[in-house]
């Protein structure tokens, strides 16, 4: 399980909507300076994310929780995400351009851009489609773990004289 800190925005049936601050590995790295990830991030900013949790902890806006994600689900959509695609992107290419030397069609690398925008296109409908079987599928979806900060209560009552720590 990833885990992430959130906060409990609000509360719809069995699900929270918590939000929680994108992280990067930035502060950690030494080239922070002359990395184009790092500086990009410098100038715009993070950004908070948004998403439904399953509330298993009868947490209530304003809560600070943690959030855990599945790494079956983040791992596959990474894959979904990013380089599904790059795939269907470079293979729309090729299959254009050799459509194209084989058709005779002077137009090689319009061919290949067509094709790799029908890649794109195509990636992005199959995306469209997993997302949706993904929000069906339960075992997939955050969860939120526990709260931070809860106060921990004892009730004493439950032993008796003897067993009593103090």
Known sequence: MIEQTAVVIRIRGQYALVEAQRQSSCGSCNAKQGCGTGMLEGSIGRRAMQMQAI??????????????????????????????????????????????THSGWAYQDMAALIGAAIGFVLAMLILRRYSRNMEKDTELHPVIIRKLNAPITVSLKQFNKEQQPF
Do not use: H
Request: hydrophobic letters at 50%.
């Open 55 to 100: 509330n298993q902890c009868d947490a209530r806006p304003g809560d600070e929780v943690v959030v855990a994600v599945p790494e079956k689900g983040f791992i596959r959509s990474a894959f979904f995400t990013y380089l599904l695609p790059l795939l269907l992107m470079l293979a729309g290419a090729i299959v254009a351009q050799q459509w194209s």
